[in-house]
Nanobody
Framework: QVQLVESGGGSVQAGGSLRLSCAAS????????MGWFRQAPGKEREGVAQ???????TYTDSVKGRFTISKDNNKNILILEMNSLKPEDSGTYYC?????????????????WGQGTEVTVSS
């Protein structure tokens, strides 16, 4: 069982930056794909960014060029650097992981989830 704990959410004005972290408990952390999802009130949960075992990263179009996902395998930590934040980036951000590569949510949702951290961007 993989436990994921997010931190780093908060409130920021539009144009500002936030850094989200996700600490993973699993010793096979390096074998997992990991990703960030977000959910705004009244909207479906969407995949924001993913990182795969080979280091490949993918992003949803709305955050390309502004968000960066990275992984520190030595510390079992997943990072999401968010810059040039917009009000539409607001929502609950969830860290997710999967042992079989299903981290985008396109085919099925990842197996493991964190509890979520709130991000609020004001205009």
């Amino acid at each position: 069982q993989v436990q994921l704990v997010e931190s780093g959410g908060g409130s920021v004005q539009a144009g500002g930056s936030l850094r989200l972290s996700c600490a993973a408990s699993e010793h096979t952390y390096s074998e997992l794909c990991m990703g960030w999802f977000r959910q705004a009130p009244g909207k479906e949960r969407e995949g924001v960014a993913q990182i795969y075992n080979a280091g490949t990263t993918t992003y949803t179009d709305s955050v390309k060029g502004r968000f960066t996902i990275s992984k520190d395998n030595n510390k079992n930590i997943l990072i999401l650097e968010m810059n040039s934040l917009k009000p539409e980036d607001s929502g609950t951000y969830y860290c997710a992981a999967d042992p079989n590569g299903y981290c985008s949510g396109r085919y099925r949702l990842p197996l493991y989830w964190g509890q979520g951290t709130e991000v609020t961007v004001s205009s």
